[in-house]
């Protein structure tokens, strides 16, 4: 398994000005352009989380609104006011909150309040519901569905934000963070039904029954989460506290407890290397006895969470490319001196009879920057066992009978280590062969995503996919991927694994 440095490995071609810069806080120009900054501590108290928000270096002027989310009642995960009143009062903010678009303690604004009190915030701060009063339109920068955003009126109200949010893993989401507490916790309860629904709907009322493909209710959220970025400028700062570390959102009133331990408080001017970076944290994190990051893995690829970011970006709104800064000492975080790692975790696996598939599995291997694997027959192919025009041949005996598994040579293939596997072979009868199904078969690929990738002699993948699927957990998603040709370029491959939000 390869091992970087914590820096996501996409490029960021379209970061918006703001984020190109070096970022303030301690005048160091030598940091690259196009790659943020993004803060980490591991202490997660009250003086930590003041002392992450001095080192943006953005203080916060005017009327500030820190937006939180207040908890459903029932849930405990939510940032609890002894741990941010230090920053509140810091920052002299106020508790910004906007109503649910579903039933629950939080849908008016009543309860709200009431439920903001219950839970220790009004005790600290003045809290705001800003919708309250109504909502107000915002124009998205990208209105491939929603035509704009529609926030609390009450936002007008403040000149500068402090988005804190609780990084945990979202039913629908997959992952709530920065991108989201901006997006739906900003949004109204009509705004949140305009997202949830990619702009089909402005009630909750309709929400649940015009619900979108998922990728456009993310795509919907990163515009939305822009428009806000957009409307306070250079007067917003972005907080992600990684403790209580759920698979549920602090909107549920019965959310899971905890399978891995607290990580600890980043932050970031730029929202999408924040999200990317804990992410990044979630997804590399070594697992042990009663500290597991699998079910969060599987929440959040089981949502195509990681879709959110990389549309964030591809929209401008920020980039993924970042480095992680320790504030107790202004190190770089890496391999060396860290516990924590960006590892690779994308893979190739293929089988290949005659090296065709091979040829551009090892090209797709080196413009994905994945490692690669080699999925072995026990027993080799033979000319005659290929012979598809013998209905005795090995392969067309084993092609013939939906039970077959050849049997593979190795099972080293360490999927544990990987959340995406790009899975290549040659197409056999207009699918994958048989020993395909013995390769997913013989691994766990719970939460894992496969993409598929084949060579022909010219049939397309057709229903490859629908038979693979049974040999896979009901969490495996298998995405179709392309007929891809043996010369394929390094740079076309490239384009096309990003042309799939990879
Ligand atoms: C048994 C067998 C069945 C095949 N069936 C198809 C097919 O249905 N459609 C097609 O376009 N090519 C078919 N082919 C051609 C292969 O998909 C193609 O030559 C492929 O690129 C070989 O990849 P490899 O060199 O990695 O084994 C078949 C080849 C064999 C040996």
């Known amino acids: ?35 943020s900054k993004v803060y980490f501590t591991k202490d997660i108290n009250s003086e930590g989380l003041v002392k992450i928000y001095e080192a943006l270096g953005r203080p916060a002027s005017g009327r500030v609104a ?36 579903y039933g629950g303690k939080r849908s008016t604004t009543e309860e709200h309040l009431q439920t903001a009190k219950d839970h220790g915030f009004t005790a600290i701060a003045n809290v705001d519901i800003m919708d309250a009063e109504g909502d107000m339109r915002i124009p998205v920068k990208d209105s491939t569905h929603i035509k704009y955003d529609i926030v609390g009126s009450h936002l007008k109200n403040y000149d500068f934000m402090i988005n804190l949010a609780h990084f945990k893993g979202h039913a629908m989401g997959g992952f709530g963070g920065v991108l989201k507490n901006q997006s739906i916790g900003v949004a109204s309860a009509n705004g949140k039904a305009y997202i949830h629904t990619a702009g089909k709907a402005q009630s909750p009322d309709e929400l649940w029954e015009n619900l979108p493909e998922q990728d456009y209710f993310l795509e919907s959220m990163s515009a939305a989460a822009q428009a806000v970025a957009d409307y306070f400028g250079d007067n917003i700062l972005y907080i992600n506290v990684m403790n209580n570390l759920s698979v549920d959102c602090d909107c549920d009133s019965h959310p899971h407890d905890p399978e891995m331990k607290d990580i600890g408080i980043l932050a970031s001017t730029d929202p999408v290397a924040l999200d990317q970076a804990c992410l990044d944290l979630v997804f590399n994190y070594t697992p042990s006895e009663d500290d597991d990051n699998a079910s969060l893995l599987e929440r959040i690829n089981s949502r195509h969470g990681t879709h959110t970011v990389d549309y964030a970006e591809e929209i401008g709104l920020g980039s993924r490319q970042y480095q992680l800064i320790n504030i107790e000492d202004n190190s770089i975080m890496n391999k060396n001196d860290n516990e924590m790692q960006h590892t690779a975790s994308r893979l190739v696996a293929y089988f290949s009879a005659t090296g065709t598939t091979k040829a551009v599995a090892q090209t797709l291997a080196k413009a994905t920057d994945a490692d690669i694997y080699e999925i072995r027959p026990e027993k080799l192919y033979t000319t005659a066992d290929l ?22 040579a190795d099972k080293n293939a360490n999927i544990q280590n990987y959340d995406v596997i790009f899975l290549g072979f040659p197409i056999w009868w207009y699918r994958a062969p048989k020993i395909i199904n013995t390769f997913l078969e013989s691994y766990d690929f719970s939460g894992k995503t496969i993409i598929l990738f084949a060579t022909s002699g010219g049939s397309q993948l057709g229903e490859t996919a629908k038979y693979l699927k049974g040999s896979c957990s009901k969490t495996t998603v298998i995405k179709d991927g392309k007929i891809l040709s043996r010369n394929a370029s390094e740079e076309e491959l490239q384009k096309w694994v990003k042309s799939i939000g990879y």
Request: contains cysteine; aromatic residues 2%.
């Open 66 to 101: 820190v937006k939180i989310s207040t908890g459903e009642p029932g849930g405990h995960n939510f940032l609890q006011p002894e741990l941010i009143k230090d920053l509140v009062h810091n920052v002299n903010g106020t508790i910004v909150e906007c109503n649910t678009a």
């Open 387 to 408: 012979d598809w025009q013998d209905n005795n041949s090995r392969s067309s005996v084993e092609n013939a009978n939906e039970n077959s598994r050849p049997a593979l």
């Open 1 to 35: 398994m390869m091992i970087v440095t914590m820096i996501a490995a996409v490029p960021c071609g379209n970061a918006n000005q703001n984020n190109e810069q070096p970022l303030g806080g301690d005048n160091d120009s030598t940091v690259t352009v196009g790659i």
